[in-house]
């Protein structure tokens, strides 16, 4: 079993739509990471959070330490949406990000 | 700040022949990491450096791959002799901080092997 699942995989929806991304995980960590990543693209870091919830702009980012589980959710969702998203965790005591599959995101117009 | 700097943005070459890839992390941060993306495997750590020390290495694939950090404004990763497995994007990220910090990523370098 990965150590950050992801899910779903794969979601399509209609632009308006909110979306929500889920993130598990089954190690101790000191952040977490969302990412975004469009196709043939690079990627950006949308959140790092340890605790509580972030909001940037339509996105928001919410973590639970106890449940270790990390929910992204964007509101009024429109096709720029369209990416790849991945959940990275850094895990107590390392420097290095353990990935996430990444869940591909689709919005039609 | 122009945000981390990778190149080339593209590479085409043959077996065999050696590969280098550049990257230049944003000014003042301290932690500089390789990655690796592919199809099958998603994204991998190749290596991280801090303060221009390599501090795991553990994700490079074999002896093939080398990576250097002579500066804190550069470090190569270096493919020799290269082989069509080693095709993938290649992405250099910084942070100010390893564990704790923001990841900024470079546009990526696309390496192909023939």
């Known amino acids: 079993k990965n150590e950050v699942e992801q899910s779903p995989q794969n979601l399509t929806a209609q632009e308006g739509e909110f979306i929500t991304i889920n993130c598990s995980y089954s190690?101790?960590?000191?952040?977490l990471h969302w990412l975004q990543q469009h196709p043939g693209g690079g990627i950006v870091s949308l959140f790092m959070?340890?605790?509580g919830k972030k909001k940037h702009g339509r996105l928001i980012a919410t973590i639970n330490i106890q449940e270790k589980h990390s929910s992204l959710h964007i509101t009024a969702s429109h096709p720029r949406d369209s990416a790849v998203y991945i959940c990275?965790?850094?895990?107590?005591?390392?420097?290095?990000?353990?990935f996430g599959q990444g869940t591909r995101l689709t919005i039609n117009p | 700040d122009a945000g981390v700097i990778q190149s080339p943005r593209h590479e085409v070459t043959e077996m065999g022949q050696e590969v280098t890839l550049r990257c230049k992390p944003i000014?003042?941060?301290?932690?500089l990491f390789w990655y690796r993306q592919t199809m099958m495997r998603g994204l991998e750590l190749l290596i991280y450096?801090?303060?221009?020390?390599?501090?795991?290495d553990s994700g490079m694939p074999e002896d093939r791959f080398s990576a250097k950090m002579p500066n804190a404004s550069f470090s190569t990763l270096k493919i020799q002799p290269s082989e069509p497995r080693d095709s993938a994007v290649y992405f250099c990220?910084?942070?100010?901080?390893?564990?704790?910090?923001?990841?900024?990523f470079g546009e990526g370098s696309r390496l192909t092997v023939l």
């Open positions: 990220a910084s942070s100010r901080d390893a564990g704790t910090g923001e990841l900024f």
């Open positions: 450096f801090n303060n221009n020390v390599p501090i795991d």
């Open positions: 190690v101790g960590i000191s952040a």
């Open positions: 990275a965790v850094s895990r107590n005591g390392a420097q290095k990000l353990v």
């Open positions: 000014s003042g941060h301290n932690s």
């Open positions: 959070l340890s605790s």
